[in-house]
């Protein structure tokens, strides 16, 4: 398994082209064929890390398959490009709201993405590379996990990760594990400004803007619930402290499992 990272920037007609390239799950390249190949040699299951010039890595995640696909108008992401190349991906971290920078990443992989695509070499350089990667798709703050959220939704559409079937507890802990925050705003983007469970409009607004709703994992992380978006709900504050008190909560979170699956299903 190898890293590359792929170059890209906003100008020349790609501002919020980090949006679109996240929603449609594809890394981007274009400039003839030789960058066609540069896409060639990437192979299914690699790391690709979109590199923005002037922020450093906005994206991580995984290449799915072995296909580049030539893309034209008006099906390009960049509207300014004759021709673009696709790779299908699978995103794993949106880090828009909080890249890795430039000087970060420069010491960590020993490279700095000039060209189009660059590949880390030297197996210790992408052990730390992918250590680093490791340490930003999860968190265990809760405040964290809500800025971070809130971050991502205020650039743009998000697109769906597929979380950690897994949980994770902190080390020496029972009680505290790790969430993505991707997941989280996965949610709250499907949610919209309602309660997934009543159906309530959410109480008031953040000082983000963002309706506040509540994260709730159907099935508890505490007995082996994933921290999924199959597994994850937004919810406004009084159905989630009735999933976890009340007298009905069994009921409540079977119909809350049935919503959510129906949502995801769609």
Known sequence: MDIHVLNTDRGHGAVGADAEWLRRGVAVTSGGENYAAKLRQIRSGDWILMWLNGRGVVAAGRAVDDRVQHVYPPNVVNSSEPEEYHRLMDWRLDLRSNPISAAEFTALSGVRPTSARVRIRDPERRAAVLARLAELERTAD??????????????????????????????????????SPWVRAWTLQRAGRHCELCKSAAPFLKSSGLPYLESHHVVPMSEGGGDTPENTAALCPNCHRELHCGAERIGKREELKRIVLGQEMK
Do not use: W
């Not at 979380?163 to 505290?176: K, L, M, S, Y």
């Open 142 to 179: 809760p405040t964290q996990y809500e800025m971070i959220a809130d971050s991502m939704l205020a650039l743009g559409p998000v697109s769906k990760p597929i979380g950690f079937p897994i949980p994770t507890r902190i080390e020496g802990t029972t009680n505290c594990f790790y969430r």
